[in-house]
């Protein structure tokens, strides 16, 4: 044993010492959280590998210094032992290369990707390998030690500047993407993996090498594997660190993902008062249910009240974002636990999409900001980037040109929401709902540019446009055999105005040969007292045309009783505002009940609308409510699928 403690046999000192240093990584390591997924399993098979290299070089090492080892063990042995310690060099190298990637999370998601990324170093392991049997690239002495056999033989090193090279673009590449402190680490690692290569023409030795690397990985257990800034502790959930880490790295490799984020009214003051386990407990159920809903999403609590869930490869408009906001929507009726008690929260949901809204990362501060004002008064609906956009560039010109040349550029939909009869059981009307969908912008609510296209006018071709496409759907498809007895139109204040408004609309019907009982206009009650006369003279000639009206979005204004007694409509729709507030406290709810009373003692039918449970569905048609409108039944969808939508449910 006097061999392994001699001062003077360094290289045996050095890889004992890397050893030491290796296992307590390996400790640390093992006894950490398990969240960095694919970085953790390459970083543990680097530890593994510098173990290993380490053992097998001190075996090396003592066979030569020791004649004792040199009875115990065969030349053969030694030589074997010193070619397992080179490729395992080589091996490091490609491991150390692919914890890189994993930590700026590229993927290796193509063959050619990991053939590119492979082949250097199998080239070289095969040609150690090759050693055992010729004297091509490497030759043994008698002493045992490993020697290049010419001058040539140095290429097999080729494929460790290769990687060396790689490394050192990636860490310029995403340096700012990461501290200063890590930066350092990264480069102190790939360092001394560069300065293996002049050590060993100088010491003879891999010894030096496999201790620096032994150090490197220590250094990044306590940087790169240290969870403490990349998880929040409560949730158990990324940091925001974490969440800006993922969205600059994903930025710079032009990846497309999506930002879904869920901000929690109340969420923040309702367990800032409470124990850290019971805040714990809370924000875990959260969390969990939301890595059920979408597993593969990251998930992350980077602000009080806010959860984020990054889905890579969606964009925000697609499907996958509404249905998830429609399960979150239904979770959120229902209670949470805190301690013992049951807690409610509202939540508003918002998706961003990279790199199509927000390709660069300083632009995400700014888009936050505006953001947070909106959710603050946002309702269930998703927010999107493209109405914060044109929500604070309402008068930009570029956005109005968008409202005003809707129509002639086709970017106007109608899509369709059924209404449920629960008289009939069946889906018995219809609202239409117009949609408007720019190739820059995306999907733009139409909260955000009906009122543009009221104040440029151009809603009064977007309102005829609408009434056309519904007469057309009517006079071309099978809905009114399929159970439609009439569809909901909108009609602006704006159009209400126009004196020729009855005649256009007549003219309209007819030239489709649609019956005027199969129309029933939406209006709202929020007319100003000046042109109230004028709007009701067009009611008026409407009415006695056949066609029937709605007040809607009633309770959201002046609900003037007088006044709902001489309006001439037939359906008054309660406004989800009053709908969703009655299901949250008593008093609202006694509003709506003696609302509902007032409405049918005049003899008209309600609709109600922004149903999203099935007990608020049950609670409004026991206390009388003629049609159901919302989520619950179904959301709007386009022609096809609505006609799809009725074959299922009303013959079924």
Same mark, same amino acid.
Not at 471 to 487: F, H
């Given at each position: 044993?006097?061999?392994?403690?001699? +001062?003077?046999?360094?290289?045996?000192?050095l890889?004992?010492?890397?050893?030491?240093?290796?296992?307590?990584?390996?400790?640390?390591?093992?006894?950490?959280?398990?969240?960095?997924?694919?970085?953790?399993?390459?970083?543990?098979?680097?530890?593994?590998?510098?173990? @290993?290299?380490?053992?097998?070089?001190?075996?090396?090492?003592?066979w030569?210094?020791?004649?004792?080892?040199k009875?115990?063990?065969?030349?053969?042995?030694n030589?074997?032992?010193a070619?397992?310690?080179?490729?395992?060099v080589?091996v490091?190298?490609?491991?150390s290369?692919?914890?890189?990637?994993?930590?700026?999370r590229? %993927?290796?998601?193509?063959?050619?990707?990991?053939?590119?990324?492979?082949? +250097?170093a199998?080239?070289s392991?095969?040609? !150690? @390998?090759?050693?055992?049997?010729?004297? =091509?690239?490497?030759y043994?002495?008698?002493?045992? /030690?490993?020697?290049?056999?010419? #001058?040539?033989?140095?290429t097999?090193?080729?494929?460790?500047a290769?990687?060396?090279?790689? $490394? $050192?673009?990636?860490?310029?590449?995403?340096?700012?993407?990461?501290?200063?402190?890590?930066?350092?680490v990264?480069?102190?690692?790939?360092?001394?993996?560069?300065?293996?290569?002049?050590?060993?023409?100088?010491?003879?030795?891999?010894?030096?090498?496999?201790?620096?690397?032994?150090l490197?990985?220590?250094?990044?257990?306590?940087?790169?594997?240290?969870?403490?800034?990349?998880?929040?502790?409560?949730?158990?959930?990324g940091?925001?660190?974490?969440?800006?880490f993922?969205?600059?790295?994903?930025?710079?490799?032009?990846?497309?993902?999506?930002?879904?984020?869920?901000?929690?009214?109340?969420?923040?003051?309702?367990?800032?008062s409470?124990?850290? %386990?019971?805040?714990?407990?809370?924000?875990t159920?959260?969390?969990?249910?939301?890595?059920?809903?979408?597993?593969?999403?990251?998930?992350?609590?980077? /602000?009080?009240?806010?959860?984020?869930? #990054?889905?890579?490869?969606?964009?925000?408009?697609?499907?996958?974002?509404?249905?998830?906001?429609?399960?979150?929507?239904?979770? @959120?009726?229902?209670?949470?636990?805190?301690?013992?008690?049951?807690?409610?929260?509202?939540?508003?949901?918002?998706?961003?999409g990279f790199p199509?809204?927000?390709?660069?990362?300083?632009?995400?501060?700014?888009?936050?900001?505006?953001?947070?004002k909106?959710?603050?008064?946002?309702?269930?609906?998703?927010l999107?980037?493209s109405?914060?956009?044109?929500?604070?560039a309402?008068?930009?010109?570029?956005?109005?040109?968008?409202?005003?040349?809707?129509?002639?550029?086709?970017?106007?939909e109608?899509?369709?929401?059924?209404?449920?009869?629960?008289?009939?059981?069946?889906?018995?009307?219809?609202?239409?709902?117009?949609?408007?969908?720019?190739?820059?912008?995306?999907?733009?609510?139409?909260?955000?540019?009906?009122?543009?296209a009221?104040?440029?006018?151009? #809603?009064?071709?977007?309102?005829?446009?609408?009434l056309?496409?519904?007469?057309?759907?009517?006079?071309?498809?099978?809905?009114?055999?399929?159970?439609?007895?009439?569809?909901?139109?909108?009609?602006?204040?704006?159009?209400?105005?126009?004196?020729?408004?009855?005649?256009?609309?007549?003219?309209?019907?007819k030239?489709?040969?649609?019956?005027?009982d199969?129309?029933?206009f939406?209006?709202?009650?929020?007319?100003?007292?000046e042109?109230?006369?004028?709007?009701?003279? =067009?009611?008026?000639?409407?009415?006695?045309?056949?066609?029937?009206?709605?007040?809607?979005?009633?309770?959201?204004?002046?609900?003037?009783?007088?006044?709902?007694a001489?309006?001439? #409509?037939?359906?008054?729709?309660?406004?989800?505002?009053?709908?969703?507030?009655?299901? %949250?406290?008593? !008093?609202?709810?006694?509003?709506?009940?003696?609302?509902?009373?007032?409405?049918?003692?005049?003899?008209?039918?309600?609709?109600? %609308?922004?149903?999203?449970?099935?007990?608020q $569905?049950?609670?409004?048609?026991?206390?009388?409510?003629?049609?159901?409108?919302?989520?619950?039944?179904?959301?709007?969808?386009?022609?096809?699928?609505f006609?799809? @939508?009725?074959?299922?449910h009303?013959?079924?």
């Open positions: 044993m006097e061999v392994i403690f001699r +001062p003077q046999n360094y290289e045996i000192c890889n004992m010492a890397a050893i030491v240093l290796a296992v307590i990584t390996l400790i640390i390591h093992s006894s950490e959280e398990d969240y960095y997924g694919k970085q953790r399993r390459i970083f543990g098979i680097l530890i593994f590998m510098v173990i @290993f290299v380490n053992v097998v070089g001190g075996i090396h090492n003592v030569i210094y020791s004649d004792w080892a009875s115990l063990l065969s030349y053969g042995f030589c074997f032992m070619v397992l310690e080179k490729a395992g080589y490091i190298a490609v491991v290369m692919c914890y890189l990637m994993a930590i700026f590229i %993927e290796l998601d193509r063959v050619w990707k990991v053939s590119v990324i492979a082949i +250097p199998l080239c392991v095969i040609s !150690v @390998f090759s050693s055992l049997f010729n004297r =091509n690239v490497f043994f002495d008698a002493r045992g /030690d490993m020697h290049l056999s010419n #001058v040539f033989s140095g097999v090193n080729i494929s460790s290769l990687y060396l090279m790689f $490394a $050192a673009y990636l860490i310029y590449k995403y340096s700012k993407s990461i501290s200063s402190e890590k930066a350092i990264l480069t102190a690692f790939f360092l001394m993996m560069a300065a293996g290569i002049p050590l060993k023409l100088i010491f003879h030795s891999y010894a030096p090498f496999e201790f620096g690397t032994a490197a990985v220590l250094l990044c257990v306590y940087t790169f594997q240290n969870p403490s800034e990349f998880i929040e502790r409560l949730s158990g959930t940091t925001k660190n974490a969440l800006n993922t969205v600059y790295t994903n930025l710079i490799q032009k990846k497309v993902f999506t930002v879904f984020g869920i901000s929690i009214d109340r969420l923040s003051e309702a367990i800032g409470e124990s850290l %386990e019971a805040s714990s407990n809370l924000l159920q959260i969390a969990t249910y939301l890595r059920r809903i979408y597993p593969d999403a990251a998930l992350f609590y980077p /602000d009080d009240g806010v959860f984020i869930m #990054v889905l890579e490869d969606i964009r925000p408009d697609d499907e996958l974002i509404e249905g998830l906001a429609e399960q979150i929507r239904r979770r @959120f009726k229902d209670p949470w636990k805190l301690r013992e008690d049951d807690v409610r929260f509202t939540e508003s949901p918002f998706a961003v199509d809204e927000i390709g660069n990362f300083e632009k995400i501060v700014e888009v936050k900001d505006e953001m947070k909106m959710l603050l008064r946002q309702n269930r609906e998703v999107r980037i109405d914060l956009n044109l929500k604070y309402e008068h930009d010109k570029k956005i109005d040109n968008i409202v005003r040349k809707a129509v002639d550029n086709g970017l106007l109608v899509y369709y929401q059924p209404i449920y009869s629960p008289l009939t059981g069946r889906f018995d009307t219809c609202e239409a709902l117009v949609r408007l969908r720019d190739h820059q912008f995306g999907f733009i609510s139409p909260a955000i540019f009906i009122p543009i009221e104040k440029n006018g151009t #809603v009064l071709g977007i309102d005829r446009f609408v056309s496409s519904v007469c057309e759907m009517l006079a071309a498809t099978e809905v009114l055999d399929l159970g439609i007895k009439y569809v909901e139109v909108n009609l602006s204040v704006v159009d209400c105005i126009q004196s020729n408004l009855a005649d256009s609309v007549l003219d309209t019907l030239k489709f040969r649609i019956g005027t199969k129309i029933n939406e209006i709202t009650e929020t007319w100003e007292k042109i109230t006369s004028v709007v009701d003279d =067009n009611v008026q000639k409407l009415t006695d045309a056949g066609v029937a009206f709605s007040m809607d979005d009633f309770g959201s204004g002046y609900s003037n009783v007088s006044r709902m001489t309006v001439p #409509v037939k359906l008054f729709k309660l406004d989800k505002s009053i709908v969703q507030a009655a299901f %949250e406290s008593e !008093v609202s709810y006694m509003v709506m009940i003696n609302m509902i009373k007032i409405i049918k003692s005049l003899g008209k039918e309600i609709v109600a %609308e922004g149903v999203e449970t099935g007990e $569905a049950k609670q409004l048609i026991r206390l009388g409510c003629d049609h159901i409108q919302g989520f619950f039944y179904a959301r709007p969808m386009p022609e096809a699928q006609i799809e @939508f009725l074959k299922e009303n013959f079924s």
